[in-house]
């Protein structure tokens, strides 16, 4: 595409009004839009319910109209996701290494974590630095070049590093999530 920006924002401003439908899905999210500013003066529930059964509506009839586009575009989703766990590139498990290196950090500094959560968090954040760390070590001592993924997955050992390397990463998110999630709705509670 050679648009120029001039050109890029002309097409974004005209593009829902290409065609009826597109009409019809702005003015949908306009409406949308107006109860949830409505709805933030009032604090209705009728208007809350409305809204969520008028979003569901909607996507309902995109799924029902679009299914097959849909269901292709989800299993690419997951085919992705699965790529990412079992066979992720260098750059995505560096970054989830310094998601953890991050976490731990914040885990030594912050004074208002319970000593179960940070040792939790202990356990999984140093799991999986030891995994990386063997994971370069073993790259090393093999003369593994960690640009190229088809080399690195060749190797049983490097494949089961990363592998559980992956487990212990999104069990670490999974237990941040669920513990904030959880910590969140105990302080809603304490507080009233």
């Known amino acids: 595409m050679d648009l120029s920006m001039i050109e890029q924002m002309i097409t974004f401003l005209t593009l829902p009004f290409q065609s009826f439908l597109t009409i019809e899905i702005f003015l949908i ?12 003066k009032r604090q209705n529930k009728k208007v809350k319910i409305i809204l969520i059964a008028l979003l569901i509506f909607f996507f309902s009839l995109l799924v029902f109209y679009f299914s097959d586009d849909i269901i292709n575009v989800l299993n690419e989703i997951i085919r992705t996701l699965m790529r990412c766990f079992y066979f992720p590139n260098i750059v995505f498990y560096i970054l989830t290494v310094i998601v953890s290196l991050v976490t731990l950090i914040c885990a030594v500094l912050k004074e208002s974590l319970t000593k179960l959560n940070k040792i ?24 593994i070049s ?8 060749q190797h ?27 910590y969140i709705r105990h302080e809603k509670l304490k507080n009233r």
Do not use: P, R
Request: glycine share 0%; net charge negative.
């Open 29 to 40: 999210f306009i409406i949308v839009y107006i109860f949830l500013l409505y709805n933030e």
């Open 156 to 182: 049983d050992q490097m494949f089961v590093i990363v592998l559980f390397s992956q487990i212990i990463f999104i069990l670490l998110v999974l237990y941040k999530l669920i513990y904030h999630f959880c």
């Open 146 to 153: 960690l640009l190229d993924n088809t080399n690195i997955y």
């Open 120 to 143: 939790i968090t202990y356990t999984f954040t140093i799991i999986h630095l030891f995994l990386f760390t063997n994971f370069i070590s073993y790259a090393i001592a093999n003369n």
